[in-house]
Structure formats: structure tokens, C-alpha cells
Nanobody, 114 residues
């Protein structure tokens, strides 16, 4: 079963940048969509960005000017480059892979604070 491990979260000041990584336990070349989500306590998970196996990429309207997804099938890794971070970006960030199957990572915490 595919396992996803997120990393790269941490504490960052407002206006700063972070790059999150999501590394899979096996090849992702056959996974149609790799995606990043975030979730605050008590709220639904919010889709941030997707990267398809054919090279397509998209970001949600709420973050498209600041967040960019990159997919590296050779490294079994998908990245989320986040710029101009604000307090409102403080959340747990999750990676998802589907189909085939539907897999989630355990998440990595991003805290934006001065």
C-alpha cells in the first residue's frame, strides 16, 4: 500500500516562504493526481493544488498567486512551494494521491507567526 510522508513544515514569519515535500513509498508515475490540501482544526480540508501524471498543474483561486505545486516522478515526490505566507496560512498540510486508490499522508504543520 502506498505511503505518503510530508515534510518541510515549521515556523515561519509572515511574508516568508516554505517548501513542503511529500515523498511516496513507491513510484507515483502511475498515480493520476497528486494533490496538496490543508485543514485547520474543526474545518473541512481545503484543496490547494493538483499535479496530474500528464504534467498538468493547477492551484486553487485562494492561493494561486502564492502557492505552486511541482511533481517529480523520478523522486516519487511532490512539492508545494509557498510564498508570501500570512497568519491565515497556519494549518496542517496534507498530501493526497489518487487514483488508483486514494491515499493520504499524516500531514505537516505550518505555523506563520511573528
Amino acid at each position: 500500500q502506498l505511503q505518503l510522508v510530508e515534510s518541510g513544515g515549521g515556523l515561519v514569519q509572515p511574508g516568508g516562504s516554505l517548501t513542503l515535500s511529500c515523498t511516496a513509498s513507491e513510484s507515483i508515475s502511475g498515480i493520476f493526481v497528486m494533490a496538496w490540501y490543508r485543514q485547520a482544526a474543526g474545518k473541512q480540508r481545503e484543496l490547494l493544488a493538483t499535479a496530474t501524471k500528464d504534467g498538468g498543474r493547477s492551484s486553487s483561486d485562494s492561493v494561486k498567486d502564492r502557492f505552486t505545486i511541482f511533481r517529480d516522478n523520478a523522486k516519487n515526490t511532490v512539492y508545494l512551494q509557498m510564498n508570501s505566507l500570512t497568519f491565515e496560512d497556519t494549518d496542517m498540510y496534507y498530501c493526497r494521491a489518487k487514483p488508483p486508490g486514494d491515499y493520504w499522508g499524516q500531514g505537516t504543520q505550518v505555523t506563520v507567526s511573528s
